[in-house]
């Protein structure tokens, strides 16, 4: 079965420290890979959305890689704020399936500390 | 711009008791999701429209149903409460199909407790 799997539940760094979080799927062809950005009590919000074609995306302070060879995605913050700390989730939707099929992955908790 | 919004954002339900989630969204878009969070299981989704007057089951679409009668708003129901069914509703919504690249907007999430 298609699986997706964020490695960490949570992840502790230092201000000003470059955060790595890790998206890897299984069982999946996936067109694009999306991040978004989850805060205690609230909805997610959309962040970056990279394509099988794609290599690297940037938007300001976050970088996002996609490597469909180890079927693997990266997403990280530089220059890390208190203010980043939240829920990071990746999302998957291929070619084909459902037009409701995004699949999210549990996401990983990021606490930046000052 | 309002966005996604979902009420009521909280909620106790008694087992066997029914109730509806309102979602409206007012970006004209043509798709809806409901989805369920709950802790260890990430974002599950339970049913979904590609447009006025249509539906689709998701992953996990037992016990729940859902309304499309107006392309602004989707309805999930709940007849009879279990309390399996305690969890955290996300609403969302893209322009067309995620499959094609579209970013879905979620809702604040409704809490439904069932006792």
């Known amino acids: 079965s298609q699986k997706i799997e964020q490695n960490s539940e949570a992840l502790n760094i230092q201000e000003g420290k470059t955060a790595t979080l890790t998206c890897n799927y299984t069982n999946y062809s996936p067109a694009y890979l999306q991040w978004y950005r989850q805060d205690p009590g609230r909805g997610p919000v959309f962040l970056l959305l990279?394509?099988?074609?794609?290599k690297e995306k940037r938007k300001e302070r976050l970088k996002v890689t996609f490597d469909t060879t180890l079927k693997q995605s990266l997403f990280h913050i530089t220059a890390s704020q208190p203010a980043d700390s939240a829920t990071y989730l990746c999302a998957l939707a291929a070619y084909g399936g459902s037009q409701g099929n995004l699949i999210f992955g549990k996401g990983t908790k990021l606490s930046v500390k000052p | 711009n309002a966005g996604v919004t979902q009420t009521p954002k909280f909620r106790v339900l008694k087992t066997g008791q029914s109730m509806t989630l309102l979602c409206a969204q007012d970006?004209?878009?043509?798709?809806m999701y409901w989805y369920r969070q709950d802790p260890g299981m990430g974002l599950r989704l339970i049913h979904y429209s590609v447009g006025e007057g249509t539906t689709a089951k998701g992953e996990v679409p037992d016990g729940y149903n859902v309304s499309r009668l107006k392309k602004q708003n989707f309805l999930l129901g709940l007849e009879s409460a279990a309390p399996s069914q305690t969890s955290v509703y996300f609403c969302a919504s893209s322009r067309t199909g995620t499959g094609v690249g579209n970013t879905i907007y979620f809702g604040e999430g409704s809490w439904l407790t069932v006792v």
């Open positions: 990279i394509r099988e074609n794609e």
């Open positions: 970006m004209n878009h043509e798709y």
